[in-house]
């Protein structure tokens, strides 16, 4: 029973590392996307600043192409975030499932040893009880 035991911890444990893992990934890839969202701000303002000022139209479409593909790469971290959230939460889940079954399994083991004690004191019991009946049968003798 031990050995099962000391393999769902183990099992356990490595799920923790498995799920730390994964929210640093989410955390990068939130990271990457607060980066882009911050690009896209800065170039937004510089070409609202340049347009005060006169800007010609092929860098108004450099601007405007850049903060386009920027827009995409925007979208496309959201799908990585959802992604990475998708895993976080996949391990999560085997994370609680494992902990319930070394939970159930510590409960059994528990149990097992309230037995096993019980048992004991029983057995106990029971040779006093001999050791008893040996002495009064000895002394009527």
């Given at each position: 029973m031990q050995t099962l035991l000391n393999l769902k911890i183990q099992i356990e444990n490595g799920l923790k590392n498995d799920l730390g893992r994964a929210v640093q990934e989410l955390e990068r890839q939130k990271d990457i996307l607060n980066r882009l969202n911050k690009e896209m701000d800065e170039y937004v303002h510089s070409v609202n600043s340049k347009s005060w000022e006169g800007i010609s139209v092929g860098e108004l479409r450099e601007y405007n192409t850049y903060i386009s593909y920027l827009s995409n790469r925007v979208k496309l971290q959201k799908e990585n975030i959802k992604k990475a959230q998708l895993v976080v939460d996949k391990y999560r889940d085997k994370l609680i499932k494992a902990m319930q079954e070394r939970k159930v399994l510590e409960k059994?083991?528990?149990?097992?040893?309230?037995?096993?004690?019980?048992?004991?004191?029983?057995?106990?019991?029971?040779?006093?009880?001999?050791?008893?009946?040996?002495?009064?049968?000895?002394?009527?003798?």
């Open positions: 059994l083991r528990e149990k097992k040893f309230e037995e096993y004690l019980k048992d004991q004191v029983k057995e106990e019991q029971k040779l006093n009880d001999e050791i008893v009946s040996f002495n009064i049968s000895n002394s009527e003798e």
